[in-house]
């Protein structure tokens, strides 16, 4: 890990979270302050795009401020002010830039874009002591609201995709199922409630999708489309126009809590089996990871922080989760891994861009 000592403030807007921190050296998280949407999006059923931009427009400032004050620092202190700049919502993205530009531009301070899905793979590292940190190579596990992606880690800031999502986001599927079961706002974590109080072997088992035999892509939209039916039955009619024998409504929240077990059992299992495959991969090429990291709002998961000692104990290899409050959009991890551009000296100037998609 880079050792040159830096105090970084981060900022975070690319979806509905509003986010600031200031991190040392890299790794020590002195303030994590995460403004959430929730309740405004509540009524809409997701996050619609227009409000998260004002909201972060409003939040942004007193954010930034609080994250200084609990860190006990003044903008004076900070060595450099990095922001997530890729990917996500373009119109939340360009708030957090443009902060950070301000901020750049007036206090003369370096800046620093950061990409959001590398930060979830770095949230695990903070608050480690060097030699209790994640060691690379290492196996990169994001699932959030937009990715389900399988890395192989080089470095803190080098990685290659080797696995992603054919078309839904395990997050998202979540979030379906969360609507399909009328388990409430935010999809993700309802849901994963709601599993804990069902037993997943009451009910016939959700499909996984595990595409071919060494095929380390995920799809999660047949595991949405079979639980759908299972709620509702089969559809009569094609389309729009399908109609459906039964609603939510029709079922008991025991019912409920079971689908959603068997859901939560489907998913999580299938994240599992493509980690085992991937580890499996990368020792046949002669590049066994030395340990598994895992990122992004999904690794909050109950059922799949479980799965993790388990995966720890077969595998043999450390397997690293970040606390809660790290799994989730945060700032931390985006000054965390900026520090190892600081060190390096890569800087960005006022050119920085919002962009909306990976590697855009
Ligand atoms: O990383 P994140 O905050 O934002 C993105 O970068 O997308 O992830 C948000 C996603 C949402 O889809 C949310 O429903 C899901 O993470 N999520 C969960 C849980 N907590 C958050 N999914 C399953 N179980 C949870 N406990
Ligand atoms: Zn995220």
Not at 68 to 92: E, T
Not at 228 to 244: E, I, M, N, S
Request: charged letters at 20%; hydrophobic letters at 45%; glycine letters at 10%.
């Amino acid at each position: 890990m880079a050792s040159a000592p830096s105090l970084i403030l981060g900022i975070e807007t690319s979806c509905d979270e509003t986010a600031a921190a200031v991190v040392r050296d890299g790794r020590q998280v002195l303030s994590n302050i995460i403004a959430s949407q929730h309740d405004l999006h509540r009524e809409y059923g997701g996050v619609v795009p227009e409000i998260a931009s004002r909201a972060h427009l409003e939040r942004i400032d007193p954010v930034i401020t609080a994250a200084l004050k609990q860190a006990g620092v003044a903008m004076a202190d900070i060595d450099a002010v990095a922001v997530g700049n890729r990917p996500g919502l373009v119109g939340s993205l360009i708030v957090g830039v443009s902060a950070a530009k301000a901020i750049a531009w007036a206090t003369g301070k370096p800046l620093i874009g950061v990409d959001h899905v590398q930060a979830h793979l770095y949230a695990a590292a903070l608050n480690l002591e060097p030699d209790a940190a994640p060691q690379y190579p290492a196996l990169g596990l994001v699932v959030s609201g937009g990715h389900s992606s399988i890395f192989d880690v080089r470095s803190p800031l080098q990685m290659q995709s080797i696995g992603s999502t054919i078309d839904d986001a395990v997050g998202e599927a979540y979030d379906k199922a969360a609507v399909i079961l009328d388990a409430g706002y935010p999809g993700g974590p309802k849901l994963d409630k709601l599993a804990q109080t069902g037993g997943a072997g009451r009910v016939e088992p959700l499909p996984r999708s595990l595409l071919d035999r060494d095929s380390l892509d995920f799809s999660f939209s047949g595991l949405k489309t079979a639980l759908l039916y299972r709620v509702r039955g089969q559809p009569q009619g094609r389309g729009r126009d399908a109609t459906f024998a039964r609603s939510v409504a029709d079922l008991s929240d025991a019912e409920r809590a079971d689908l959603a077990a068997a859901f939560q059992q489907a998913a999580i299992d299938t994240i599992f089996i493509k980690l085992r495959r991937a580890i499996d991969k990368l020792t046949s090429e002669g590049r066994p990871p030395r340990c598994v990291v895992i990122g992004g709002g999904v690794s909050a998961n109950s059922a799949l922080r479980a799965r993790c000692n388990d995966l720890q104990a077969k595998a043999g290899l450390p397997v690293f989760v970040p606390p809660l409050v790290l799994c989730l959009d945060n700032a931390a991890m985006i000054a965390g891994l900026a520090h190892h551009r600081f060190v390096a000296d890569q800087f960005d100037d006022m050119h920085l861009a919002a962009i909306a998609t990976t590697g855009g």
